[in-house]
Structure formats: C-alpha cells, structure tokens
C-alpha cells in the first residue's frame, strides 16, 4: 500500500523521530510506514490522519 | 503503545523480573549441583544467570532510553509498538515452524546412536540461530 506520510510529515517540517513521538510509535516504525514495508493498523492510521487533520483514504492509497 | 509505561514502572518490572530470576535460579542450581550429571548446576546458574543479567540491562536500558533502543530490545522486553510485535510473531512463527523438522532431525541423530548432549546441543544452537537470523530477516522486512 503507497501512502503520503513522508509527503505530510516534510510539509509539516517534522522529523521521523518528532512524528513517532507524537503518534507514541518508535521511529523505525514511522520509517517502515513511509517506505512502504510496513502497513499500519487501523488504529494506528487512523491517529495518522488525525494528526495530519485529514482521512485515511487520503493518506493511504490501494495499489492496483 | 511503548511509551505509556513509565520509567520508575519499567525500573521497577526489571527489579523484579531480576529477584524472581535469582529465587528461582539459585536453589535450581543448588539441586541440580546435587543431584544432575556432570556440571549441569553449574552450565544452568551460568546460563540463567547470563540471561537474567541480559533481559534486565535490557529492560533498564529501555526505561532510560526509549527513543534509542532497537527493535530487538523493545520487541523482547515488551515495550514495543505494533509493528516490533509484529517483528516478534513472525519471528517466533518461524522458530516455531522450523523447530519440527529440526527436532525431527535430532531424533533420528539420536536413533542411529549420536552422542545425546552433542546432539541436544547443535539442536539449541540451530534454533537459536534461526531465531536470530528469522529476527534480522522480519526486521530488515517489516
């Protein structure tokens, strides 16, 4: 799944570690999410767009 | 979540977690001095004692500096998020997994007459070594 979280978070000029901590996450974990290795739970994406003040469907994208 | 617990809490779970260990390792090693074959007392003081001394220094070290530790050290002392757990059950299900057909292997090794400790201990070390090498393997993935 392609998502928008580094886009978001550079926008932001939040650091991975800032994030993870906001989102009480590690940062290897953040990074997991922005590379792509990592699909998060639906709590967790969730408290993703809540922080960016937007929804999941417009942080995280299906591939087709 | 791996920062709801604090500090002085993690302090005081490793505190424990250690004196738990000593009571329960030190009269093992006493019987097992006593009554086991060879240095088995001693080889399980020395053992339990290592990984005692290790979970502790690991689950100090993660109340001190959460923002530091790695993912081995969150996953293992359980103060990781969700994707160390993650990490951790895959881990774990492939130690699982292979464990059968190493266990399988140890068996017939011992049927055609192979030394048992010798055999008993290439068993431990090929599953450790799978758990350390599944765990490097999920981490680089996950």
């Not at chain 2, 088995?40 to 290592?50: C, S």
């Amino acid at each position: 799944m392609r998502n928008d979280v580094r886009d978001l978070r550079l926008q932001e000029g939040l650091s991975q570690a800032a994030l993870a901590t906001s989102l009480q996450v590690s940062r290897q974990t953040v990074n997991a999410i922005e590379t792509g290795r990592y699909d998060p739970s639906l709590p967790l994406a969730i408290s993703i767009a809540r922080h960016f003040r937007t929804t999941v469907e417009e942080i995280f994208h299906v591939d087709d | 979540m791996w920062t709801t617990k604090s500090p002085a809490h993690l302090r005081l779970a490793a505190a424990l977690v250690v004196a738990v260990g000593i009571v329960i390792i030190v009269p093992g090693w006493l019987y097992l001095r006593e009554h086991a074959p060879g240095n088995m007392g001693n080889g399980f003081l020395v053992g339990g004692l290592g990984a005692l001394t290790a979970f502790g220094l690991t689950l100090w070290r993660t109340a001190r500096h959460p923002d530091r530790t790695t993912t081995a050290e969150r996953a293992w002392t359980s103060q990781g998020d969700e994707r160390d757990d993650a990490v951790l059950t895959s881990t774990l299900a492939v130690v699982g997994i292979t464990a059968l057909p190493l266990t399988g292997a140890a068996a017939i090794a011992l049927a055609l007459g192979r030394d048992t400790a010798m055999v008993m201990a290439l068993l431990l070390l090929a599953e450790l070594l799978v758990g350390v090498v599944a765990f490097a393997v999920q981490v680089r993935r996950t």
